[in-house]
């Protein structure tokens, strides 16, 4: 019972590393993803707090970060009532229906982009996973051969007759395995190199494309309940000068509503444009993975070619034997 203990006891400690591993790799790769969205934001990239953020050195980053900015103004706060503040206003303000109209218009493309590059991304997943079973299956093939090539049985001539090839070439089937592992492992390493593209790169691009496509749902939301609240707030003030003067001071100021939704556009433009700057690594992507498939391919294709000069030389090996020797047993 104390050794079954003990055994349960390691194989939990074992379980746990595998966990604390995978766990670890995960929130690296998050962590990765961030940066890159973070740096490649076009509103907040060269902010002084984003370098703050990346050159900090020691500890709490975090602490020492709000109290580096505690009196620093949010976007939200800092804007002023007029439209020469906003972000972009080189021609309209962002509370303009044609803001709201160019939003629906990225908003449509956006969510075009989401849903093909989602089915490029199975696509690659479909095919990667396909590679690992093939590495998979030449390593069992090699196995194979290596059983086949060190057979002890003792075949007698009653049962070959005159033909005495599977003895003269079952020699040479143990020296197959070597090409066909090196298969297996560049098939291995192939599939971890696209792995790795697809998780650290594609995965992000297709993961800040949904995370577009909610943004939009919850925005197109909140401009519904803000349409009501202002719709509500005129209604009051309409009917009294008096409850207009109070509500001034707020949420259900018409003033209040309308710089709320106005900010709220103009995080989405960023976040849009956010998007736009991404997509420059669906370039990278198809990059990677053409000089990943290059790259096996000659390493297979040299391989191969070795595998069939071996193969050759074991039918030539009985082709060249005489009548006499193949009749010695």
């Given at each position: 019972?104390?050794?079954?203990?003990?055994?349960?006891?390691?194989?939990?400690?074992?379980?746990?590393?595998?966990?604390?591993?995978?766990?670890?790799?995960?929130?690296?790769?998050?962590?990765?993803r961030y940066l890159?969205?973070?740096?490649?934001?076009?509103?907040?990239?060269?902010?002084?707090?984003?370098?703050?953020?990346?050159?900090?050195?020691?500890?709490?980053?975090?602490?020492?970060?709000?109290?580096?900015?505690?009196?620093?103004?949010?976007?939200?706060?800092?804007?002023?009532?007029?439209?020469?503040?906003?972000?972009?206003?080189?021609?309209?303000?962002?509370?303009?229906?044609?803001?709201?109209?160019?939003?629906?218009?990225?908003?449509?493309?956006?969510?075009?982009?989401?849903?093909?590059?989602?089915?490029?991304?199975?696509?690659?997943?479909?095919?990667?996973?396909?590679?690992?079973?093939?590495?998979?299956?030449?390593?069992?093939?090699?196995?194979?051969?290596?059983?086949?090539?060190?057979d002890s049985t003792?075949?007698?001539r009653w049962a070959?007759?005159?033909?005495?090839?599977?003895?003269?070439?079952?020699?040479?089937?143990?020296?197959?395995?070597?090409?066909?592992?090196?298969?297996?492992?560049?098939?291995?390493?192939?599939?971890?190199?696209?792995?790795?593209?697809?998780?650290?790169?594609?995965?992000?691009?297709?993961?800040?494309?949904?995370?577009?496509?909610?943004?939009?749902?919850?925005?197109?939301?909140?401009?519904?309940?803000?349409?009501?609240?202002?719709?509500?707030?005129?209604?009051?003030?309409?009917?009294?000068?008096?409850?207009?003067?109070?509500?001034?001071?707020?949420?259900?100021?018409?003033?209040?509503?309308?710089?709320?939704?106005?900010?709220?556009?103009?995080?989405?433009?960023?976040?849009?444009?956010?998007?736009?700057?991404?997509?420059?690594?669906?370039?990278?992507?198809?990059?990677?993975?053409?000089?990943?498939?290059?790259?096996?391919?000659?390493?297979?294709?040299?391989?191969?070619?070795?595998?069939?000069?071996?193969?050759?030389?074991?039918?030539?090996?009985?082709?060249?034997?005489?009548?006499?020797?193949?009749?010695?047993?």
């Amino acid at each position: 019972m104390i050794l079954k203990r003990k055994i349960a006891r390691a194989d939990q400690s074992v379980f746990s590393i595998i966990i604390d591993s995978e766990f670890l790799e995960e929130r690296r790769r998050s962590l990765q993803r961030y940066l890159q969205i973070l740096c490649r934001h076009p509103a907040i990239y060269d902010t002084d707090i984003i370098k703050f953020f990346l050159t900090f050195q020691g500890k709490s980053c975090g602490d020492n970060m709000k109290a580096t900015y505690k009196n620093d103004l949010d976007e939200y706060n800092s804007e002023s009532g007029s439209s020469s503040n906003s972000m972009d206003n080189n021609e309209k303000s962002p509370e303009d229906s044609d803001g709201i109209q160019m939003f629906h218009r990225s908003q449509t493309h956006i969510l075009f982009l989401h849903q093909h590059l989602n089915q490029i991304r199975g696509y690659l997943k479909s095919i990667n996973e396909k590679n690992f079973k093939n590495a998979n299956d030449f390593s069992n093939i090699e196995k194979t051969l290596q059983t086949l090539g060190s057979d002890s049985t003792n075949v007698d001539r009653w049962a070959t007759g005159p033909n005495d090839y599977w003895p003269t070439i079952q020699t040479g089937l143990g020296s197959l395995p070597i090409e066909v592992n090196a298969i297996s492992e560049r098939m291995n390493e192939q599939f971890k190199r696209d792995d790795q593209v697809i998780s650290e790169h594609l995965d992000m691009l297709v993961d800040l494309l949904q995370g577009y496509k909610d943004l939009c749902k919850r925005f197109e939301e909140a401009l519904q309940n803000e349409k009501k609240a202002l719709q509500k707030a005129n209604n009051q003030q309409q009917r009294s000068s008096t409850a207009a003067s109070t509500s001034s001071k707020n949420d259900t100021n018409p003033d209040t509503i309308e710089k709320r939704n106005r900010h709220a556009l103009q995080c989405v433009q960023m976040e849009t444009q956010l998007v736009y700057a991404n997509l420059e690594a669906f370039v990278y992507i198809l990059s990677s993975f053409a000089n990943s498939q290059c790259s096996g391919s000659l390493d297979l294709a040299n391989i191969w070619k070795a595998f069939a000069n071996k193969v050759s030389q074991l039918g030539q090996t009985y082709t060249t034997k005489s009548p006499i020797d193949r009749l010695r047993k």
